[in-house]
T-cell receptor, first 110, second 120 residues
């Protein structure tokens, strides 16, 4: 699986937007970019995924660079409940498993 | 929709006993289930992948005789930690996805809330 690189931690304030970066310079053409998050003492939760185009859903937006070597997860208006570890994962089309890296621990200040 | 339920949520037992953890997909049929373990302050480590009705595929370094996985139905997989020892204490998490083949390959995985296992 191609590797992703994320900052270990980030901090933001409540009600402000948060941009979580992910680098994946060795991404291949069939790799989808997935984001999951894990709240304390819980299992991970699906956030969003995409291939080439930017994606939006009720939780977040995913902005994918034109060369696909990086992407950014955008939380438009952070709340305290968004404090979690966010994982950016590449998964090839047809692959079954998700391989988790270290993720970014997001802290939200009131 | 797409709820995965894990049971028990936590268990404490003596060294040498075997512990069974159940993972159920409540509102969908899970053709594939995954088992992960997570140590404090670390990321999730995939232990094995199981497809309904067939033997599990274990990741390198995971002892198949130690961690028995059964996926006998489309809604239930179990992980049994045999002869558990203190070093097996961890947070065990299951996940499930539906469908096989490329058409389903990018469906999200749905995770249970984990089982915290403590071996004394």
């Amino acid at each position: 699986d191609a590797k992703t690189t994320q900052p270990n931690s980030m901090e933001s304030n409540e009600e402000e937007p948060v941009h979580l970066p992910c680098n994946h310079s060795t991404i291949s053409g069939t790799d989808y970019i997935h984001w999951y998050r894990q709240l304390p003492s819980q299992g991970p939760e699906y956030v969003i995924h995409g291939l080439t185009s930017n994606v939006n859903n009720r939780m977040a937006s995913l902005a994918i660079a034109e060369d696909r070597k990086s992407s950014t997860l955008i939380l438009h208006r952070a709340t305290l409940r968004d404090a979690a570890v966010y994982y950016c994962i590449l998964r090839s089309q047809g692959a079954q498993k998700l391989v988790f890296g270290q993720g970014t621990r997001l802290t939200i200040n009131p | 929709g797409a709820v995965v339920s894990q049971h028990p949520s936590w268990v404490i037992c003596k060294s040498g006993t075997s512990v069974k953890i159940e993972c159920r997909s409540l509102d969908f049929q899970a053709t594939t289930m995954f088992w992960y373990r997570q140590f404090p302050k670390q990321s999730l480590m995939l232990m094995a992948t199981s497809n309904e009705g067939s033997k599990a595929t274990y990741e390198q370094g995971v002892e198949k005789d130690k961690f028995l996985i059964n996926h006998a139905s489309l809604t239930l997989s179990t992980l049994t930690v045999t002869s558990a020892h203190p070093e097996d204490s961890s947070f065990y998490i299951c996940s499930a996805k539906t469908g096989q083949g490329q058409i389903y390959s990018n469906q999200p995985q749905h995770f249970g809330d984990g089982t915290r296992l403590s071996i004394l």
